[in-house]
């Protein structure tokens, strides 16, 4: 009698261990972390990494959603533990996935999207935890920027016109300006993204203000960057040069003393104007 009540109470103890550690989460899986690139190229390798902890429990399975679709599932118990289903399972080299990972090869277009690791432990628990994000697959611009200015030579007070063109791709290049290796505002940058176009080049304007402080030894250098995710960065620079009055030129004070300070002063001129145009060219796709 004695004892049956200290089992009871000692089932009831378990018990109550057991909602503690499932409410507060003290115990059993935790922390579902995923390692999945922001962006990756075209017919490249890609390892998407799942990390866990199970603190002690046992894993059930491991499954892998793109959307809603699943699309790769590890079972340890199973024999063999890894199932691949949907229209990619042709891209998911079994033998370097696992529990932990799964390797994809010759990434496509169709393979952007986001991405969900899901985890559950075995019994008694039964927990699930899960973790996404998003990867871009992109199509990267083939050879870099061109930038291109209307004259060689300009005076103090007037504006340069550049623009710059990227080579198509997919999703398009960004742009930004460098003048003298300073990043122009962006918050006067306006980026116009085209909508439904696979392939795009981007075209940028710039229209730029010579001041006296502009000129660093009688020369201005811009520069359109070019870049797409971390994957693709390419830049290209002109040099305009400073048109001096005819006297000026004769005396030959290219390195004169007022020109000295405005380099020195090393400023740039904050009326200016910048425009970003993105302009799409749609093409047809192989
Ligand atoms: C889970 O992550 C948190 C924060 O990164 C860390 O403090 C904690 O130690 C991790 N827990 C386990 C069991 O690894
Ligand atoms: C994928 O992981 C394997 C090792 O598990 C590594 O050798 C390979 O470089 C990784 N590939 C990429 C694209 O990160
Ligand atoms: C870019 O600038 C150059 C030089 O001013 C000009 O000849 C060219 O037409 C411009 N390109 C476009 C697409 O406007
Ligand atoms: C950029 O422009 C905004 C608005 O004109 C201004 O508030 C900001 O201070 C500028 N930033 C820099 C770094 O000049
Ligand atoms: C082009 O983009 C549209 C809309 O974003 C999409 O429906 C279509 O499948 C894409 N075409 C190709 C060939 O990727
Ligand atoms: C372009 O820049 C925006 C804003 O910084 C960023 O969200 C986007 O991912 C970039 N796109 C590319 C293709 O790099």
Known sequence: MKSTARRRNSRSLDLLLLILAVATGVNGLQNVSVDIPEAVA????????????????VLYAVKWYKGKDEFYRYLPKEMPPISTFGDFKHK??????????????????????????????????????????????AHLPVGGPEVLVEKQRYAVGEIVKA?????????????????????????????????????????????????????RNGRVQITCHANVFQLYKRDASIHIDEEKPRLASVLGTRDSPQTKAGAVKNKIAQSLIVMLVVNSIQQVLR
């Open 42 to 57: 075209v017919g490249s390798t890609v390892n998407l990494t799942c990390r866990y902890d199970l603190q002690g429990d």
């Open 92 to 137: 998911i080299i079994e033998s370097r996935s696992d529990a932990h990972k799964v390797t994809l090869v010759d990434v496509t277009s169709d393979l952007d999207g986001k991405y969900k690791c899901e985890v559950t432990n075995d019994l008694p628990n039964f927990h699930t935890l899960q973790t996404s994000k998003y990867m871009h697959v």
């Open 163 to 215: 623009n710059c063109t990227t080579p198509s791709g997919n999703p398009p290049a960004n742009i930004t300006w460098t003048v003298n290796g300073h990043l122009l505002n962006s918050t006067i940058l306006k980026n116009i993204q085209a909508e439904n176009d696979n392939f795009s080049s981007t075209y940028a304007l710039l229209e730029y203000e010579i001041t006296q402080d502009s000129y």
